[in-house]
């Protein structure tokens, strides 16, 4: 079975793993992100590739990357927490370091294409993932390949208009009614408290004891979820809507979220919409780079589940 070096860059560490074509891990760890310069980038994964090389035979490098990737020139556009990644040529940098090919798509996608691989979306070719966190992102994917957009921006759900976009208050667009951060905001102002002293799981941890204050602001942020759901699916029509993030580990809000959903149905809909959790959490970048890989190079691609 061929063995490939993945790379998984964030904007504080850079998780790597050795990795079967089948998506199996062989091992994996991780590193500080280099903080400044492109050739301190390019050195560490070099040094990573040519550690694993001298383990088993390493047939090519799958990068995780933000920002707008261009996966034909290996150019980042765009911004991101790492500016030095924004303009070289990555995949001619890290080919001349180490003579093998590297394929790199953005981290979102490959979030979503770990799913269509061997996650919650296995089983269909149409699909949107919706991550929620400090803003809402996502990726289309469509016929198990990635819909990119003409300027790679599909799949930035959060940008969506839900209120008065002529207000000059917060709440014009998505991320500003229904992402994680938008919910600590919410609960700060309603209890007096600053914002900076509360996350998510703060939020529901008090939640889960009953604070009335809290309930209430999640509700609201259930309903806004589901607005924003609702759009999304008239506009795609998708085989299955997944909630990625980490607050799509709470079961209960998945449930809510559905039991929303449902109450649209007949009053502003005919659809049938609902919404599944992601398979994959921490491991979905390498996971799906891995996956782009191989769909951009040919590899027969192995789908059965690991």
């Known amino acids: 079975m061929k063995h490939y070096a993945v790379i998984d860059l964030g904007g504080s560490a850079i998780k790597y793993a050795l990795m079967k074509e089948d998506g199996s891990f062989v091992e994996k760890s991780s590193v500080p992100t280099p903080r400044e310069g492109i050739e301190n980038f390019i050195d560490e994964v070099t040094k990573i590739v040519k550690e694993y090389d001298r383990k088993v035979k390493i047939e090519g490098i799958a990068l995780s990357m933000p920002g707008a990737v261009d996966v034909e020139t290996g150019i980042i556009a765009g911004a991101s927490a790492i500016p030095y990644i924004h303009g070289p040529n990555i995949k001619d940098l890290l080919f001349e370091s180490t003579g093998l090919r590297v394929e790199l798509e953005n981290d979102a996608n490959c979030a979503g294409l770990a799913e269509a691989w061997i996650g919650s979306a296995k089983d269909v070719n149409d699909f949107i993932c919706i991550v929620i966190g400090t803003g809402i992102g996502g990726v289309v994917v469509l016929n198990k390949k990635v819909r990119r957009g003409k300027n790679l ?85 998708p085989e299955k809507i997944l909630i ?51 769909q951009q190079t040919g590899v027969n691609i192995v789908s059965e589940q690991i």
């Open 153 to 237: 921006h599909a799949g930035e759900f959060g940008c969506m208009l839900v209120k008065d976009y002529m207000s000059e208050t917060l709440g014009r667009n998505w991320s500003d009614v229904a992402s994680t951060t938008s919910l600590v905001h919410a609960v700060a102002k309603r209890k007096g408290m600053d914002w900076k002293t509360l996350n998510g799981k703060k939020v529901f941890e008090l939640f889960d004891r009953g604070d009335e204050e809290v309930i209430i602001e999640v509700e609201k942020f259930i309903k806004y979820l589901a607005v924003g759901i609702f759009n999304v699916a008239y506009v795609i029509d």
């Open 244 to 294: 990625g993030g980490a607050i799509s580990a709470r079961k209960e809000l998945i449930e809510q979220l559905n039991a929303v959903l449902a109450t649209m149905r007949g009053k502003h809909a005919t659809l049938d919409i609902s919404v599944e959790q992601c398979a994959f959490e921490n491991d979905s970048n390498l996971i799906g780079a891995l996956y782009h890989y191989m």
